[in-house]
């Protein structure tokens, strides 16, 4: 029997907004595509995967924007602000790659050290392959199409 416990759905919008260059103080208006997911539970109201999808699409849009090469002086800003969510996924995978890595080292387990080493390095880095997956490659996906978001319009 199949038990719907959640479903997640997506939602895009579109919208103008204004552009300013940190770098060279250019200013541009763009017409800029949000592209947003939303999950539900059961646990939730009938259509609180939409309402997700579409704050999460009006949020995308700021920050599609936001991280968009500049026209005229093609330089990007705010690196860290837009990879900041990625980095912070990849982190705590990492962190509990070695909490769960060291484990049986830390608290003296009964397994025999050359089982703790071998867990110390697989574990980790295991946890740390997984971190590069989950935050890296939708960084990478981001990243790449980010501009394809934005069209710029005439001054
Ligand atoms: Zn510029």
């Known amino acids: 029997m199949h038990i719907p416990v959640g479903y997640e759905t997506s939602a895009s919008t579109k919208d ?12 541009q208006q763009a017409e800029v595509t949000g592209i947003g ?3 539900q ?13 579409r704050d999460s ?25 837009f990879m900041a969510p990625y980095l912070w996924v990849t982190g705590v995978f990492v962190a509990l790659g070695v909490v769960f890595g060291y484990a049986p080292t830390w608290f003296a387990m009964n397994m025999r050290e050359s089982d703790k080493a ?3 390095t697989y574990v980790t880095w295991g ?12 960084l990478w996906f981001r ?3 980010n501009d394809a978001r934005v069209k710029w319009l005439d001054v």
């Open 16 to 27: 103008t907004r204004d552009y300013r260059c940190r770098t060279c103080g250019h200013r």
């Open 37 to 39: 997911t939303g999950m």
């Open 41 to 53: 539970t059961f646990l939730n109201s009938q259509g609180t995967a939409q309402r997700r999808a």
């Open 57 to 81: 699409a009006r949020h995308e849009l700021r920050r599609t924007i936001r991280f968009a090469a500049c026209p005229k002086c093609r330089r990007r800003s705010g690196y860290l602000k």
């Open 118 to 120: 071998i867990c110390a």
């Open 127 to 138: 946890f740390a392959i997984f971190a590069v997956l989950a935050g890296g490659l939708p």
């Open 143 to 145: 990243w790449a199409n």
